[in-house]
C-alpha cells in the first residue's frame, strides 16, 4: 500500500513538471510570435520634437510619419531608440498653406536628404546644423528664386539638385567653392550667368549646366574629372572650339554641347571615349567633315549634329544609322550623302552628293537637274525629254514673236482700209 502511494505521489510530480514544461515552451512562443508581429522598430515613435515640426509644416502627415508615408509627402526614418528620428523628406506639390519656419527646421536637424518638388514657398535661413548635416538636395519648380550664397552653406553634400529655380549669383564657382564632396551635380534653368569654374572636385561623375547662361569656353578644370559620366552644358552661350582634351574624360557616356556657339572642326580625340552612348552637338557653329571614327563608335545609340556648318561626304552607311536610336545631320546645307552607301531616297535632311562629292541641288518643277548630277544621283540614261524642251525653247520664242508682229501688221492695215472707206 506505501508503494502504491508513493508511485502515485511520483506520477504526479511527473505529470505537473511536464505541464510545467509546456507552459514556459507556450510562453516563449507566443512572446517570439508577438516579437515578430510587433518588431522593435515598429514600437518606436517619431522624436515628439520633430513630429510636432512637420505639423508646423502645414504638411499632410500620418500618425506614423516613418511607417506610413503620405501620398505626396514621403519621409525616412532611422530605427533609433527610444525615438525615431527623420533623415529623408520629400515634399511635392505644396498646398498654398505650406511654410517652411526656421523653428522647424532646426528641429529636423537628422535629416540627410531634402527634396522639394513643386513647392512654391519662400526661402528661409537654413539652420548650421541642418546644412551640415544634409548630404542630398533637390529643389525643382521651388523657392521661386534662392541665391548662390544660400545655397553653398550646404558645404557636405554629395547631390546637388536645382531645376527652374532662378538662382541668384555672379557664377557657378560661389555656390561649388566649398563642395568637395559633390558627386552628382545638376543646375539646369536656373538663369544662372557667369563662365564655368575654374576649379571643380574630382569625385564628380554627372555634370549638368544646361539652359543656363553661361558664357566663355570649356576650361580645363572640366576635361579634368576623369570619373565624369554625364556631361551636359547644352543652351547657353558657350564658344570656342570643342577642346581636344574631352578625350580626357574617360569614362564618359553621354555628352550634350548642344545649342551653344562652339565652333571649329569636331575633334578626332573623340574618337578615345568607347564607352560614349549619347553624342549631341547639334545646333552649333562646327565645320569641317564629320569624322570616320564616328560609324566605329559601337557604343553610340544617340548622334545628332544637326544645324551646323558640316561639309562633305556622309561617312555613314545604312546599317549604322540603322542601329542607332536617334541620328539627325539636317540643317548642315553644304553635307550631302553617297548613295552607293544609302540608299537615294534617304530622309536626312541633307542631298546626296554628285560625283564630285557636292551636294545636288534638289530639281525644279519646270526642269530636271544637270544631266552629269542626273547620272551622279540615280544612274539614268541621258533620254529624258527635257533635254528635247530645254533645245526647242528657243524656236518657240521666235515664232511667238512673229505671230506677234503679223498681227500688229494686219491690224494698221485694216485700220487705213477702214479710214478710206469712211471717206
Not at 31 to 37: C, D, E, R, S
Not at 105 to 131: D, F, G, M, T, Y
Not at 253 to 263: C, G
Amino acid at each position: 500500500m506505501r508503494m502504491r502511494w508513493i508511485w502515485i505521489n511520483i506520477s504526479i510530480s511527473t505529470v505537473m513538471a511536464a505541464a510545467a514544461l509546456a507552459l514556459v515552451l507556450i510562453a516563449l512562443v507566443v512572446g517570439k510570435a508577438l516579437a515578430i508581429a510587433d518588431p522593435p522598430s515598429r514600437a518606436s515613435t517619431l522624436d515628439p520634437k520633430q513630429a510636432t515640426a512637420l505639423e508646423s509644416l502645414n504638411i499632410p502627415t500620418s500618425k506614423d510619419p516613418c511607417a506610413e508615408p503620405s501620398f505626396h509627402n514621403a519621409t525616412v526614418c532611422d530605427s533609433g531608440k527610444p525615438f525615431r528620428h527623420l533623415i529623408g523628406l520629400r515634399l511635392a506639390n505644396c498646398s498654398s498653406y505650406t511654410s517652411l519656419s526656421f523653428t522647424a527646421l532646426k528641429s529636423l536637424w537628422s535629416l540627410r536628404s531634402l527634396s522639394l518638388l513643386n513647392c512654391p514657398v519662400s526661402p528661409i535661413r537654413l539652420p548650421a546644423e541642418l546644412a551640415a548635416s544634409l548630404t542630398s538636395f533637390t529643389c525643382v519648380n521651388s523657392f521661386r528664386r534662392v541665391s548662390g550664397v544660400w545655397l553653398s552653406q550646404m558645404q557636405n553634400l554629395s547631390d546637388l539638385t536645382v531645376s527652374w529655380v532662378e538662382i541668384k549669383a555672379s557664377g557657378p564657382f560661389v555656390i561649388l567653392a566649398h563642395m568637395s564632396k559633390l558627386r552628382s551635380l545638376t543646375i539646369s534653368n536656373a538663369n544662372l550667368s557667369g563662365s564655368l569654374p575654374g576649379h571643380l572636385h574630382s569625385n564628380l561623375t554627372h555634370l549638368d549646366f544646361s539652359n543656363n547662361r553661361l558664357k566663355g569656353s570649356i576650361p580645363p578644370s572640366v576635361t579634368m574629372l576623369d570619373s565624369l559620366q554625364v556631361l551636359n552644358l547644352s543652351s547657353n552661350s558657350l564658344a570656342g572650339p570643342i577642346p581636344s582634351s574631352i578625350a580626357d574624360l574617360i569614362s564618359l557616356q553621354t555628352l550634350s554641347l548642344a545649342s551653344n556657339s562652339f565652333s571649329g572642326p569636331i575633334p578626332d580625340s573623340l574618337s578615345a571615349l568607347p564607352a560614349l552612348l549619347h553624342l549631341d552637338l547639334s545646333s552649333n557653329h562646327l565645320n569641317g567633315t564629320i569624322p570616320n571614327f564616328i560609324s566605329h563608335m559601337t557604343s553610340l545609340k544617340y548622334l545628332n549634329l544637326a544645324n551646323n556648318n558640316l561639309h562633305g561626304v556622309l561617312p555613314f552607311n545604312h546599317s549604322f544609322i540603322n542601329r542607332l536610336q536617334l541620328f539627325n545631320v539636317a540643317g548642315n546645307s553644304n553635307l550631302c550623302f553617297n548613295h552607293s552607301l544609302l540608299p537615294s531616297n534617304s530622309k536626312l535632311g541633307i542631298s546626296p552628293c554628285d560625283k564630285y562629292g557636292m551636294p545636288l541641288t534638289p530639281p525644279s518643277k519646270d526642269s530636271s537637274s544637270d544631266h552629269s548630277s542626273d547620272d551622279d544621283y540615280d544612274d539614268t540614261d541621258d533620254t529624258s525629254p527635257h533635254h528635247n524642251d530645254h533645245h526647242h525653247g528657243p524656236n518657240k520664242f521666235v515664232l511667238g514673236v512673229a505671230i506677234a508682229l503679223s498681227s500688229i501688221v494686219f491690224l494698221i492695215v485694216f485700220l487705213i482700209l477702214c479710214s478710206k472707206c469712211c471717206r
